[in-house]
């Protein structure tokens, strides 16, 4: 039996249920699930008029171990993977073949397109997981994994993964001046990848709790121009004030996936001022590999608040107000 936590009807608080396990096909895995963290990506797709399939189960970044594999499987049982926001992709086109699942034409993305992981078990096409192979150098993990450990690896395969794809689409020398906007679960990875890349950053965010964060992860208030900004808010107000603090041949990444922003920038001004703007959630694939060398060589820390699924129906309220500094991270365990 798996606890999985649904979407039953739409506009209706989710609901915890008891589920006999999905049988495991070709290409499928079964997969405990050790953490899954909670976002605003689930928060949209649960509040949609429209879901786009019921019962919907939530949750787009995971880490947890295979316990059953289908046929033609390269992944075994006893791997530890991350569950990513990709639930399946083609494989053999270009994209695919360079590590650029993301952008594959026949991408499926979790929650929409498949079951999310925010249960005890997920079953799922093995081609949205990523094995987690130790970097060259670095010591074993410790076993049983310690929760707090868990809860900051379940990042690794959305948030910061996103968090490094953003950094890097920039293509900045080093010791730019970077503004990150919105320091949320995906901004506050940004401003500590930004900094471990050697640039000088600055960030914003409307709640005065994240601000502090920033802070504390060593980013100065925003101030004067700044040769490139991360944008990972829906807010257009910030959208704006990016575009207004870049300098000539500036860049913008935008990781938010929010319909209702908007970039007021005429093609003239673009094109003299030479921009760069960029959109993409995660990253290629070595991006994933980078941020988890980050994260465990304690570069990057991952600010999680650990809650336990049955807390899921009640606190998943709390994505709605934006204001939550990190990432809720729910342990199935
Ligand atoms: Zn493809």
Redesign the pocket.
């Known amino acids: 039996m798996a606890r999985i936590v649904q979407l039953l009807k739409a506009k209706e608080p989710v609901e915890l249920t008891d589920q006999v396990l999905a049988p495991v096909n070709d290409g499928e895995v079964l997969v405990r699930i050790e953490a899954c963290a909670l976002g605003q990506l689930d928060w949209n797709l649960l509040t949609l008029d429209a879901p786009p399939r019921l019962p919907l189960t939530p949750g787009h970044e995971a880490v947890g171990v295979i316990q059953a594999v289908g046929r033609h499987t390269r992944l075994r049982p006893g791997e530890r993977v991350f569950v990513t926001p990709l639930s399946s ?5 270009a ?2 073949r360079s590590g650029e ?1 993301r952008r ?4 499926k993305w979790r929650g929409m397109h498949g079951d999310g992981a925010l249960g005890t078990h997920v079953v799922t096409h093995e081609n949205g997981l990523v094995p987690l192979e130790i970097p060259v150098g670095m010591p074993d993990l410790p076993e049983p994994l310690p929760l707090p450990l868990a809860a900051s690896l379940a990042l690794v395969g959305g948030s910061l993964w996103t968090a490094v794809g953003a950094v890097r689409s920039l293509h900045l020398v080093q010791s730019s001046r970077v503004a990150v906007f919105g320091v949320g679960g995906v901004g506050h990875l940004v401003v500590q990848v930004a900094r471990a890349l050697g640039h000088k950053v600055f960030a914003d965010d409307a709640d005065p709790e994240r601000v502090n964060l920033a802070q504390e992860l060593g980013a100065a208030p925003l101030e004067g121009n700044v040769d490139a900004a991360v944008v990972c808010t829906p807010s257009t107000q910030a959208l704006q004030r990016a575009v207004r603090m870049l300098v000539p041949g500036g860049r913008l990444a935008l990781t938010g996936s929010s319909p209702t922003g908007r970039i007021d920038l005429s093609v003239a001004e673009l094109v003299w001022r030479g921009l760069t703007i960029t959109g993409g959630l995660l990253g290629a694939r070595g991006d994933l590999d980078e941020g988890l060398s980050l994260l465990l060589s304690g570069r990057v820390k991952a600010t999680v608040e650990l809650i336990s699924l049955d807390d899921v129906p009640a606190r998943l309220w709390a994505l709605r107000d934006l204001g939550f500094p990190g990432r809720l991270v729910a342990l199935p365990r």
């Open positions: 992709c083609c494989q053999v086109c994209w695919c699942w594959c034409a026949d991408a």
